[in-house]
């Protein structure tokens, strides 16, 4: 059983595209080889890869996220709207183009993210293929080699993380404590994972049982969720944060900082939450929200491709849009540093000095230059500052 997500929008139409993107953006086709503008960079085939391009439907053969840990190239694929699964976690070693299964079978019906906590690795299982009240979670590596963990009863887990190095989140969707209702729920862990409590929910009056924490970050030693709901329309709970010690909600002043239904759509950078979700990158690091111009590419049909994928390194944060892509080394101020990608580009990662993208054609595409090699250019416009708070924060646009 599956209540299956609203699928990442390829098109974003906002009239705030056409006025803050570069209208020079162009679209490379897609290919195993990728020829691409004077200056831009080339891209070929590293691997095809077979989990992947096995999965039953044309979602479940993309690879929808890249991560990189201890100088593997992690991937998120598969498709639980679909009902797919198990899932394969597969590497990519960047220096050999190795492809590798580090766990076989996973049972979830997609992995959408890889996330490092603390130096060790956690697979959320976006859809697990178990009992709604039957504990699963995620796989990890914390014993030094991946395993299935059966931690929390989940209807889905989307996010990992950790708030002050001891204890766990996972965020997801689960059967509310002592009721038959399902709604957004956070679990916490302080004692490695033996244990967990429902640290906090959110069902609105008008639930619709497809209220969901997509997301759960670390900001500043606080921890920050929100929620976002399905129904008749799409909409979020209020900002949730953590000190530690008690909850509080974040200033209603700040509107949404992200509502992905994506967990690959947001990075922790430079202890900023980064958000890229249609014609704009949305930046907040606790207090004040920031909005800039994605790298966005209009369509023959009046519409566009803004952001598609972000991914962050010791050094940069970067995002994948329709138009390029575009790198921060604060999270606030962009430099645009390509106008071209491939069309079937999905996913963005940067290893071995070089830019490495995942397809819909479960393939694994590397530049042809590295990034030392790019021009970067400033970004089209500064970036919008939509306002900041006293004592909460606030989440964005998401997949």
Request: aromatic fraction near 6%; glycine fraction near 12%.
């Given at each position: 059983m599956?209540r299956?997500r609203a699928r990442?929008a390829?098109?974003q139409?906002p009239?705030l595209?056409?006025?803050l993107?570069?209208a020079?953006?162009?679209?490379v086709?897609?290919?195993a080889?990728v020829?691409a503008?004077?200056?831009?960079?080339?891209?070929?085939?590293?691997a095809?890869v077979?989990?992947v391009?096995?999965q039953?439907s044309?979602q479940?053969r993309?690879?929808?996220?890249l991560?990189?840990?201890?100088?593997?190239?992690?991937?998120?694929?598969g498709?639980?709207?679909?009902n797919?699964?198990p899932?394969?976690?597969?590497t990519?070693?960047?220096?050999?183009?190795e492809?590798a299964?580090?766990l076989?079978?996973?049972?979830?019906?997609?992995i959408?993210?890889?996330?490092?906590?603390?130096g060790?690795?956690?697979a959320p299982?976006?859809d697990?293929?178990?009992?709604w009240r039957?504990?699963s979670?995620?796989?990890?590596?914390?014993?030094?080699?991946?395993?299935?963990?059966a931690a929390?009863?989940?209807?889905h887990?989307y996010?990992?993380?950790?708030?002050?190095?001891?204890?766990?989140?996972?965020?997801?969707?689960?059967?509310?404590?002592?009721?038959?209702?399902?709604?957004?729920?956070a679990?916490?862990?302080?004692?490695g994972g033996?244990?967990w409590e429902?640290?906090?929910t959110d069902?609105?009056?008008t639930a619709?049982?497809y209220?969901?924490?997509?997301?759960?970050a670390?900001?500043?030693g606080?921890?920050?969720?929100?929620?976002?709901?399905?129904g008749?329309t799409?909409?979020?709970?209020?900002?949730?944060?953590?000190d530690?010690?008690?909850?509080t909600?974040?200033?209603?002043?700040?509107g949404?900082?992200?509502?992905?239904s994506?967990?690959?759509?947001i990075e922790v950078?430079?202890d900023t939450l980064?958000?890229?979700r249609?014609t704009?990158v949305?930046?907040?690091?606790?207090?004040?929200?920031?909005q800039?111009?994605?790298?966005t590419r209009?369509t023959?049909?009046?519409?566009?491709?803004?952001?598609i994928d972000?991914?962050?390194d010791?050094?940069?944060?970067?995002?994948?849009?329709?138009?390029g892509?575009?790198?921060?080394?604060d999270?606030?101020?962009w430099?645009?540093v390509?106008?071209?990608?491939?069309?079937?580009?999905?996913?963005?990662?940067v290893a071995?000095?070089?830019?490495?993208?995942?397809?819909t054609?479960?393939?694994v595409l590397?530049?042809?230059l590295?990034?030392?090699?790019?021009a970067?250019?400033?970004a089209?416009?500064?970036?919008?500052?939509?306002g900041?708070k006293?004592?909460?924060?606030?989440?964005g646009?998401?997949?």
């Amino acid at each position: 059983m599956s209540r299956s997500r609203a699928r990442r929008a390829a098109a974003q139409a906002p009239a705030l595209a056409a006025a803050l993107v570069a209208a020079a953006a162009v679209a490379v086709p897609a290919g195993a080889a990728v020829e691409a503008p004077a200056g831009e960079p080339g891209y070929s085939t590293v691997a095809t890869v077979a989990p992947v391009a096995a999965q039953r439907s044309a979602q479940g053969r993309i690879i929808d996220d890249l991560s990189v840990h201890d100088g593997l190239i992690h991937l998120g694929y598969g498709d639980y709207g679909d009902n797919t699964g198990p899932i394969d976690l597969v590497t990519l070693d960047p220096a050999t183009g190795e492809v590798a299964v580090a766990l076989a079978g996973v049972p979830t019906e997609e992995i959408q993210v890889v996330r490092d906590v603390g130096g060790t690795r956690f697979a959320p299982m976006a859809d697990p293929r178990a009992g709604w009240r039957t504990p699963s979670g995620f796989a990890t590596d914390a014993s030094g080699r991946w395993e299935n963990a059966a931690a929390v009863p989940v209807v889905h887990a989307y996010d990992v993380a950790t708030m002050d190095g001891s204890d766990l989140w996972v965020a997801g969707s689960a059967y509310l404590d002592g009721t038959d209702r399902v709604g957004a729920v956070a679990y916490r862990s302080v004692d490695g994972g033996t244990t967990w409590e429902q640290a906090v929910t959110d069902l609105p009056a008008t639930a619709s049982g497809y209220e969901r924490y997509y997301w759960v970050a670390e900001l500043g030693g606080k921890i920050y969720v929100q929620a976002r709901h399905y129904g008749t329309t799409s909409s979020s709970g209020p900002v949730r944060i953590f000190d530690g010690r008690r909850w509080t909600t974040g200033s209603t002043r700040l509107g949404n900082v992200c509502l992905p239904s994506d967990a690959s759509d947001i990075e922790v950078f430079a202890d900023t939450l980064v958000c890229g979700r249609g014609t704009v990158v949305t930046t907040f690091d606790g207090r004040t929200l920031h909005q800039s111009p994605a790298p966005t590419r209009q369509t023959i049909t009046g519409g566009s491709i803004g952001a598609i994928d972000v991914f962050s390194d010791d050094q940069h944060v970067w995002v994948l849009g329709g138009g390029g892509i575009a790198r921060s080394a604060d999270g606030v101020t962009w430099q645009q540093v390509t106008t071209s990608v491939p069309e079937d580009a999905r996913s963005i990662a940067v290893a071995d000095g070089h830019i490495y993208l995942g397809t819909t054609t479960s393939t694994v595409l590397r530049s042809d230059l590295t990034v030392a090699e790019l021009a970067p250019t400033p970004a089209a416009a500064e970036p919008v500052v939509s306002g900041s708070k006293g004592k909460g924060g606030g989440k964005g646009p998401g997949k």
